[in-house]
């Protein structure tokens, strides 16, 4: 889950392997919130594999590879180039990012930061825009970065190994294998500062804030205080979280949707009756791609041993059973 925005890790990035051999769910793309320029237009089709959402304009992949642009068009960044087809796309706050079938990359919109001066190369698989920087990683997992560095945004630790990425307007945060984070860029409101001693299963970058799902289900959130944006919503069941220029959305394992933040154009009231696969915030307005049935709570909630999507009483009792029969038995037969 850039662009003042949650440029966040791409869906299409995932969905690469699963997208070149037919294998990825579509779904078609819900928005609400903000559109003045258009940008909650979103094209109609229920064969959309991945979406993005930049400053005031979007992006989203079909399963043919074909991408679909709407919103603002300044400095060309809704022309999408006929270079195609893709199996990548992101939205940045004024330009455009993709990743062909081929391996490069595909660059379009504002450049006058060197946002849009891509690397060469056919060894590409993902693509992360920040509002005037832009990030794409290479099949051996390795991120590049260009664009505006003024804060450290291409800053990339050397270090780094991780797949999920979450980019906003001038900071970056990053979740490694073993829970922790790592930051980079702008750091004036703390946005950089994950919690002490803390394990994530999932994290955004906004707009000078950052949001995560604690190991356990729960919120939690750093960075700039406006909009009550670190009050975050209550809860040990939450999977997954997306950030945007002042709001923020979380995703329960049942699937539902919670809202936080600056709501002036309704931005954090995702609409009811809907699962997504994934979500992607904009500057006042979001995104969502469709889930299709039965693929919500696929991502393993702690504590939730009978997979109804949430722990309660009822995971208590087995974990009481389980421990009685393994006090009962021999340990090898448990452990």
Known sequence: MGNHTAGQWVVAAACLCGLLSGECLAGRIIAWGRNEVGQCNAPAGDDFVAVSAGFRHALALREDGTVEAWGHNGAGRCDVPDEGPYVAVAAGGYHSLAVTGLGTLVAWGANNLGQCNVPLGDDYVAVLAGEYHSFAQKVNGKWIGWGQNNNGEIGIPGSLASDVLSCTGHHTVALNANGTITAWGRNKQKECNPPANA???????????????????????????????????????????????????????DGSVVGWGLNKYGQCNAPAGWEFEYISLGREFSLGLEAQPGSICTRALVGDLDQDCRVDLRDLALMLENWLQCNLSRPEDCW
């Open 199 to 253: 394990f994530f299963a999932a994290v955004a970058a906004g707009e000078s804030f950052t949001v995560g799902v604690l190991g356990y289900g729960r919120l939690a959130a750093w960075g700039k205080t406006a909009y009550r944006l670190l009050e975050v919503p209550a809860g040990f069941d939450f999977v997954d979280v997306f950030a945007g220029n002042n709001h923020a959305l979380a995703v329960r394992a």
